[in-house]
T-cell receptor, first 118, second 116 residues
Framework: AQTVTQSQPEMSVQEAETVTLSCTYDTSESDYYLFWYKQPPSRQMILVIRQEAYKQQNATENRFSVNFQKAAKSFSLKISDSQLGDAAMYFCAYRSYVKMDSNYQLIWGAGTKLIIKP | DAGITQSPRYKITETGRQVTLMCHQTWSHSYMFWYRQDLGHGLRLIYYSAAADITDKGEVPDGYVVSRSKTENFPLTLESATRSQTSVYFC???????????????FGDGTRLSIL
């Protein structure tokens, strides 16, 4: 079974600086998807960025980028120019790429709380 | 507005009571999911549904019942609530896996359920 591990329960960064949140996963599959979700205090779950395992190029979305190391099974999130609004819980999630409908689940990490210091 | 709506937002009930959490989506997404979120566990899948009248167990289904008679609704029922079911519950939906198959799940705002 797949597992997702976020080893940093909490991280803090000075406003305008860069922070990297780590995520590792375990799988025997070769094709899959990885996601980072953000959960602010409002409790909404917001998609930040996604990565297809078959793509070698790292995904980027404005100030958010990932460092996807398939061989190492690592999927870290880098936030550049941190802003106060980035303060939230960040969750890493894994999804299989399978042709059968029965396995369309997300496997979640435990989350990392990101604190932004003004 | 299109989206996914959960109700109630907050619920307090007593052990042994039956409680139903509602989830409604307006996108006509095929897939719907129920998660619970507890400290130290991230999100754990309770049940999911691939289409109307098709449901399946997730990681932690015990004590919960779901139904999906209509595509847009996916209620979650705790038939006899226990204190261990105190949690935040999230409903999510996602389109069928055609075309862009990396579609993310879209989440409701969650229901905070307290069992006394």
């Amino acid at each position: 079974a797949q597992t997702v591990t976020q080893s940093q329960p909490e991280m803090s960064v000075q406003e305008a600086e860069t922070v990297t949140l780590s995520c590792t996963y375990d799988t025997s599959e070769s094709d899959y998807y990885l996601f980072w979700y953000k959960q602010p205090p409002s409790r909404q779950m917001i998609l930040v960025i996604r990565q297809e395992a078959y793509k070698q190029q790292n995904a980027t979305e404005n100030r958010f980028s990932v460092n996807f190391q398939k061989a190492a099974k690592s999927f870290s999130l880098k936030i550049s120019d941190s802003q106060l609004g980035d303060a939230a819980m960040y969750f890493c999630a894994y999804r299989s790429y399978v042709k059968m409908d029965s396995n369309y689940q997300l496997i979640w990490g435990a989350g990392t709380k990101l604190i932004i210091k003004p | 507005d299109a989206g996914i709506t959960q109700s109630p937002r907050y619920k307090i009930t007593e052990t042994g009571r039956q409680v139903t959490l509602m989830c409604h989506q307006t996108w006509s997404h095929s897939y719907m999911f129920w998660y619970r979120q507890d400290l130290g566990h991230g999100l754990r899948l309770i049940y999911y549904s691939a289409a109307a009248d098709i449901t399946d167990k997730g990681e932690v289904p015990d004590g919960y019942v779901v139904s999906r008679s209509k595509t847009e609704n996916f209620p979650l029922t705790l038939e006899s609530a226990t204190r261990s079911q105190t949690s935040v519950y999230f409903c999510a939906s996602s389109p069928a896996r055609t075309g862009d198959s990396n579609q993310p799940q879209h989440f409701g705002d969650g229901t905070r359920l307290s069992i006394l």
